[in-house]
Protein backbone atom coordinates (compact mmCIF):
# COMPACT_ATOMS: atom_id res chain seq x y z
CA UNK A 1 0.00 0.00 0.00
CA UNK A 2 0.84 3.51 -0.50
CA UNK A 3 2.80 5.25 2.10
CA UNK A 4 1.22 8.81 1.56
CA UNK A 5 -2.11 10.12 1.81
CA UNK A 6 -3.41 13.04 -1.10
CA UNK A 7 -6.71 14.93 -0.89
CA UNK A 8 -8.91 12.79 -3.49
CA UNK A 9 -9.18 16.25 -5.96
CA UNK A 10 -8.43 19.92 -6.31
CA UNK A 11 -9.31 22.89 -8.24
CA UNK A 12 -7.33 25.88 -9.14
CA UNK A 13 -7.49 28.73 -11.05
CA UNK A 14 -5.69 29.31 -14.03
CA UNK A 15 -2.57 31.29 -13.91
CA UNK A 16 -2.64 30.78 -9.76
CA UNK A 17 -0.06 28.52 -7.77
CA UNK A 18 -1.61 25.28 -7.41
CA UNK A 19 -0.63 23.57 -3.92
CA UNK A 20 -0.80 19.68 -3.27
CA UNK A 21 -0.30 18.69 -0.24
CA UNK A 22 1.04 15.12 0.65
CA UNK A 23 1.16 13.46 4.18
CA UNK A 24 4.06 10.54 4.52
CA UNK A 25 4.24 10.54 8.14
CA UNK A 26 6.06 7.28 8.13
CA UNK A 27 8.78 7.85 6.03
CA UNK A 28 12.21 6.81 6.58
CA UNK A 29 15.32 8.53 6.83
CA UNK A 30 16.58 7.79 3.73
CA UNK A 31 13.61 7.83 1.77
CA UNK A 32 13.24 10.17 -1.03
CA UNK A 33 9.90 11.97 -1.82
CA UNK A 34 9.01 11.87 -5.73
CA UNK A 35 6.03 13.07 -7.65
CA UNK A 36 4.12 12.29 -10.81
CA UNK A 37 1.25 12.97 -12.37
CA UNK A 38 -1.20 11.53 -15.11
CA UNK A 39 -3.02 13.24 -17.81
CA UNK A 40 -6.07 11.53 -18.87
CA UNK A 41 -4.81 7.74 -18.85
CA UNK A 42 -1.72 9.04 -20.61
CA UNK A 43 1.99 7.32 -19.00
CA UNK A 44 3.25 9.05 -15.66
CA UNK A 45 5.38 11.99 -15.78
CA UNK A 46 8.13 12.69 -13.40
CA UNK A 47 7.66 15.97 -11.98
CA UNK A 48 10.27 16.07 -8.81
CA UNK A 49 11.63 14.83 -6.27
CA UNK A 50 13.41 15.26 -2.75
CA UNK A 51 14.78 14.01 0.20
CA UNK A 52 15.14 17.04 2.78
CA UNK A 53 15.68 19.89 1.10
CA UNK A 54 13.28 22.21 -1.13
CA UNK A 55 13.56 21.71 -4.60
CA UNK A 56 12.95 23.37 -7.61
CA UNK A 57 12.77 23.03 -11.59
CA UNK A 58 11.18 24.37 -14.33
CA UNK A 59 8.23 22.27 -13.98
CA UNK A 60 7.52 22.82 -9.99
CA UNK A 61 8.37 23.40 -6.56
CA UNK A 62 8.60 20.81 -3.86
CA UNK A 63 8.70 21.68 0.15
CA UNK A 64 8.94 19.51 2.64
CA UNK A 65 8.67 20.18 6.02
CA UNK A 66 11.52 20.22 8.46
CA UNK A 67 10.26 16.87 9.90
CA UNK A 68 9.78 15.16 6.55
CA UNK A 69 6.60 14.09 7.22
CA UNK A 70 4.34 15.84 4.42
CA UNK A 71 5.32 18.17 1.40
CA UNK A 72 3.65 20.42 -0.84
CA UNK A 73 4.28 20.13 -4.82
CA UNK A 74 3.81 23.61 -6.28
CA UNK A 75 2.59 24.59 -9.94
CA UNK A 76 3.54 28.37 -9.72
CA UNK A 77 1.38 29.54 -12.30
CA UNK A 78 -0.99 26.69 -12.77
CA UNK A 79 -2.39 25.94 -17.06
CA UNK A 80 -5.25 23.99 -18.51
CA UNK A 81 -2.82 21.60 -19.53
CA UNK A 82 -1.79 20.71 -16.06
CA UNK A 83 -5.28 19.13 -15.31
CA UNK A 84 -4.04 15.88 -14.05
CA UNK A 85 -3.83 12.89 -11.48
CA UNK A 86 -0.80 13.82 -9.10
CA UNK A 87 1.03 11.21 -7.05
CA UNK A 88 3.34 11.46 -4.61
CA UNK A 89 5.09 8.68 -3.62
CA UNK A 90 7.39 7.80 -1.02
CA UNK A 91 9.73 4.43 -0.84
CA UNK A 92 11.62 2.39 -3.34
CA UNK A 93 12.85 4.48 -6.25
CA UNK A 94 12.92 1.08 -8.13
CA UNK A 95 9.22 -0.02 -7.47
CA UNK A 96 6.87 2.85 -6.96
CA UNK A 97 3.70 1.95 -5.70
CA UNK A 98 1.38 4.65 -6.44
CA UNK A 99 -1.71 5.58 -4.92
CA UNK A 100 -4.76 7.17 -5.61
CA UNK A 101 -3.13 10.28 -5.56
CA UNK A 102 -5.00 14.13 -6.41
CA UNK A 103 -7.43 15.08 -9.29
CA UNK A 104 -5.90 18.40 -10.06
CA UNK A 105 -8.38 20.34 -11.97
CA UNK A 106 -7.50 23.76 -13.21
CA UNK A 107 -10.45 26.05 -14.10
CA UNK A 108 -10.63 28.70 -16.51
CA UNK B 1 13.95 14.86 -26.01
CA UNK B 2 14.35 11.52 -25.51
CA UNK B 3 11.78 9.51 -24.71
CA UNK B 4 10.61 5.78 -24.18
CA UNK B 5 8.18 4.33 -27.31
CA UNK B 6 6.22 1.35 -27.14
CA UNK B 7 4.07 -0.81 -29.38
CA UNK B 8 0.98 -1.59 -30.26
CA UNK B 9 -0.84 1.70 -29.06
CA UNK B 10 -3.61 -1.00 -28.45
CA UNK B 11 -3.15 -5.21 -28.82
CA UNK B 12 -6.66 -7.29 -28.84
CA UNK B 13 -6.08 -10.98 -27.99
CA UNK B 14 -8.36 -13.67 -27.51
CA UNK B 15 -7.99 -15.02 -23.79
CA UNK B 16 -5.75 -17.66 -23.58
CA UNK B 17 -3.40 -16.19 -26.38
CA UNK B 18 -0.09 -15.53 -25.72
CA UNK B 19 1.01 -11.52 -26.47
CA UNK B 20 4.10 -9.78 -26.03
CA UNK B 21 3.95 -6.02 -25.61
CA UNK B 22 7.35 -4.29 -26.89
CA UNK B 23 9.24 -0.79 -25.43
CA UNK B 24 12.29 0.78 -26.62
CA UNK B 25 13.63 2.43 -23.25
CA UNK B 26 15.76 5.72 -23.66
CA UNK B 27 18.99 4.52 -25.12
CA UNK B 28 21.29 5.27 -21.99
CA UNK B 29 18.72 4.25 -19.69
CA UNK B 30 20.18 0.71 -16.95
CA UNK B 31 16.86 -0.02 -15.50
CA UNK B 32 13.79 -1.09 -17.21
CA UNK B 33 10.25 -1.39 -15.37
CA UNK B 34 6.74 -2.52 -16.54
CA UNK B 35 4.21 -1.50 -14.73
CA UNK B 36 0.03 -1.70 -15.31
CA UNK B 37 -2.83 -0.28 -14.86
CA UNK B 38 -6.76 -1.59 -14.81
CA UNK B 39 -9.42 0.98 -16.05
CA UNK B 40 -10.13 3.09 -13.48
CA UNK B 41 -7.41 1.29 -11.11
CA UNK B 42 -3.84 2.36 -9.86
CA UNK B 43 -1.14 2.04 -11.51
CA UNK B 44 0.33 -0.90 -10.19
CA UNK B 45 4.21 -2.14 -10.37
CA UNK B 46 5.04 -5.30 -12.08
CA UNK B 47 8.84 -5.72 -12.16
CA UNK B 48 12.12 -4.25 -12.83
CA UNK B 49 15.22 -5.41 -14.63
CA UNK B 50 18.76 -4.46 -14.62
CA UNK B 51 21.67 -5.92 -15.83
CA UNK B 52 19.77 -8.65 -17.58
CA UNK B 53 17.68 -9.76 -15.09
CA UNK B 54 14.99 -9.22 -12.86
CA UNK B 55 15.30 -7.03 -9.77
CA UNK B 56 12.32 -6.87 -8.58
CA UNK B 57 8.56 -8.30 -8.98
CA UNK B 58 5.37 -8.00 -8.01
CA UNK B 59 2.55 -10.72 -6.57
CA UNK B 60 0.86 -9.95 -9.57
CA UNK B 61 4.26 -10.95 -11.76
CA UNK B 62 3.81 -14.42 -12.22
CA UNK B 63 4.58 -17.53 -14.22
CA UNK B 64 2.50 -16.05 -16.76
CA UNK B 65 4.63 -13.38 -17.38
CA UNK B 66 8.42 -12.70 -18.49
CA UNK B 67 10.77 -9.83 -20.12
CA UNK B 68 13.47 -10.05 -22.07
CA UNK B 69 15.77 -7.35 -23.57
CA UNK B 70 16.07 -9.57 -26.68
CA UNK B 71 18.75 -6.93 -28.20
CA UNK B 72 20.48 -3.68 -27.03
CA UNK B 73 17.22 -1.75 -27.30
CA UNK B 74 13.91 -3.22 -27.00
CA UNK B 75 12.61 -4.12 -23.72
CA UNK B 76 9.98 -6.53 -23.93
CA UNK B 77 6.83 -8.41 -21.42
CA UNK B 78 5.47 -11.11 -22.60
CA UNK B 79 2.09 -13.20 -21.40
CA UNK B 80 1.76 -16.39 -22.04
CA UNK B 81 -2.03 -16.71 -22.00
CA UNK B 82 -3.88 -14.13 -21.71
CA UNK B 83 -6.72 -14.06 -19.50
CA UNK B 84 -9.79 -11.42 -19.06
CA UNK B 85 -8.56 -10.00 -16.16
CA UNK B 86 -5.04 -9.32 -18.09
CA UNK B 87 -7.04 -6.42 -19.82
CA UNK B 88 -5.21 -3.35 -18.79
CA UNK B 89 -3.04 -0.16 -20.03
CA UNK B 90 0.73 -1.64 -19.25
CA UNK B 91 3.02 0.98 -19.15
CA UNK B 92 6.63 0.09 -20.00
CA UNK B 93 9.34 2.85 -18.18
CA UNK B 94 13.35 3.31 -18.03
CA UNK B 95 15.71 5.20 -15.77
CA UNK B 96 19.37 5.94 -15.52
CA UNK B 97 21.30 5.20 -12.49
CA UNK B 98 21.79 8.21 -9.93
CA UNK B 99 23.47 7.67 -6.64
CA UNK B 100 23.61 10.78 -4.29
CA UNK B 101 25.05 10.32 -0.51
CA UNK B 102 23.34 7.13 1.20
CA UNK B 103 20.65 6.92 -1.08
CA UNK B 104 19.44 5.36 -4.38
CA UNK B 105 17.06 7.82 -6.34
CA UNK B 106 15.44 7.58 -9.82
CA UNK B 107 13.64 9.37 -12.14
CA UNK B 108 11.31 6.88 -14.50
CA UNK B 109 10.39 7.71 -17.78
CA UNK B 110 7.59 6.24 -18.69
CA UNK B 111 6.53 5.52 -22.35
CA UNK B 112 2.58 6.05 -23.88
CA UNK B 113 1.30 2.82 -23.45
CA UNK B 114 -0.43 -0.16 -24.62
CA UNK B 115 -3.62 -0.89 -24.52
CA UNK B 116 -4.17 -4.45 -23.59
CA UNK B 117 -7.36 -5.67 -24.29
CA UNK B 118 -8.26 -9.45 -24.07
CA UNK B 119 -11.84 -11.34 -25.00
Known amino acids: DAKTTQPPSMDCAEGRAANLPCNHS???????VYWYRQIHSQGPQYIIHGLKNNETNEMASLIITEDRKSSTLILPHATLRDTAVYYCIVGSARQLTFGSGTQLTVLP | EPEVTQTPSHQVTQMGQEVILRCVPI?????FYWYRQILGQKVEFLVSFYNNEISEKSEIFDDQFSVERPDGSNFTLKIRSTKLEDSAMYFC?????????????????FGPGTRLTVL
Open chain 2, 27 to 31: SNHLY
Open chain 1, 26 to 32: TISGNEY
Open chain 2, 93 to 109: ASSDRRDRGPSFYNEQF
